[in-house]
């Protein structure tokens, strides 16, 4: 069976330092996966979607990146943290080449910029 | 574009009682798929039930099911028998049928709590 893993699972980091947030994916080969952001009490804003190594898409122009060095692995980075990139962070991963699938998602990553 | 909108942003049940959440989107697509997630207090998003949108027969999962009326472009989720354990966040997401369009859209959310 597919599992999907994040980590940290908490974070907290001064305004200005860098992130790196991991995601990974077993039991499935060539997933889409995605990055998500959800601030306190609301919905989910996509960030970031991939459909195969090196290939990322970017919804929302921020100071924050996204890499897949591995076809299961997925990664959200920021060189400079602002307050604004506090939230919650959660990784999903769907069949690729298929549309309308589910997205399964992670357990996410509590991040709190100070 | 397509939007989903979550017109209760909280709701209250009572333990064994049945709930409707409401759904709507907009969508110029004849094929298409629906969702709802539930995101308890863990916040880990669990998928609750998925619809798709030329089946004319509504999805059920246990004491969930929904009811698509894809005229009117709504899509509720109704909650039988409801238990302590469903108290979360319920989302409802829209996701067109053409593969790498990557157009899954999610609602605002509606908390749901169960009371004892």
């Known amino acids: 069976s597919q599992t999907i893993h994040q980590w940290p699972a908490t974070l907290v980091q001064p305004v200005g330092s860098p992130l790196s947030l991991e995601c990974t994916v077993e039991g499935t080969s060539n997933p889409n996966l995605y990055w998500y952001r959800q601030a306190a009490g609301r919905g989910l804003q996509l960030l970031f979607y991939?459909?195969?190594?090196?290939?990322i898409s970017s919804e929302v122009p921020q100071n924050l990146s996204a890499s897949r060095p591995q076809d299961r692995q997925f990664i959200l980075s920021s060189k400079k943290l602002l307050l604004s990139d506090s939230g919650f962070y959660l990784c999903?991963?769907?069949?690729?080449?298929?549309?309308?699938?589910?997205?399964?998602f992670g357990p996410g990553t509590r991040l709190l910029v100070l | 574009a397509q939007t989903v909108t979550q017109s209760q942003p909280e709701m209250s049940v009572q333990e064994a009682e049945t709930v409707t959440l409401s759904c709507t989107y907009d969508?110029?697509?004849?094929?298409?798929?629906l969702f709802w997630y539930k995101q308890p207090p863990s916040r880990q998003m669990i998928l609750v039930i998925r619809q798709e949108a030329y089946k004319q027969q509504n999805a059920t999962e246990n004491r969930f099911s929904v009811n698509f009326q894809k005229a009117a472009k709504s899509f509720s989720l109704k909650i039988s028998d409801s238990q302590l354990g469903d108290t979360a966040m319920y989302f409802c997401?829209?996701?067109?049928?053409?593969?790498?369009?990557?157009?899954?859209?999610f609602g605002a959310g509606t908390r749901l709590t169960v009371k004892p």
């Open positions: 991939s459909v195969g190594i090196g290939q």
């Open positions: 999903a991963w769907s069949v690729a080449g298929v549309g309308g699938e589910t997205q399964y």
């Open positions: 969508t110029s697509e004849s094929n298409y798929y």
């Open positions: 997401a829209f996701s067109g049928a053409v593969p790498h369009n990557n157009d899954m859209r």
